[in-house]
């Protein structure tokens, strides 16, 4: 399942990606940048490589969104991602839904 940290850019999404990839991702604790590249980002080109859409559209991935999150759910495991998109939809696309999310901290 996907646990989001969203937020507007610059308001303290980094600093929070640092405390939870210290909790989650650290044998001590302790902050190392190398842990900090654990938390990705959603959505990213990489995440729509076998599906088809048009690239010089930029919303045009936002139909795949759902299917992008299934495919990173399959193994079951919890999964942070840092995201800038609301909670809402595009086109009538979602951009989550119950079945792929756990929880989600927005930084405001």
């Not at 850019?9 to 210290?22: D, Q």
């Not at 990213?44 to 088809?52: A, G, M």
Request: cysteine-free; proline content about 3%.
């Amino acid at each position: 399942m996907i646990f989001w940290i969203a937020s507007y850019p610059k308001s303290g999404n980094t600093w929070i990606r640092a405390l939870i990839s210290s909790y989650f991702y650290s044998t001590d604790g302790v902050f190392e940048e190398k842990i900090i590249s654990k938390i990705g980002q959603f959505p990213e080109k990489r995440h729509f490589v076998n599906f088809d859409y048009d690239q010089n559209i930029t919303t045009d991935t936002a139909k795949f969104w759902i299917k992008a999150q299934e495919k990173i759910n399959l193994d079951k495991k919890l999964k942070f991602f840092k995201t800038h998109n609301a909670f809402g939809s595009v086109n009538n696309n979602p951009f989550t839904d119950a079945n792929n999310s756990i929880g989600a901290i927005y930084v405001v």
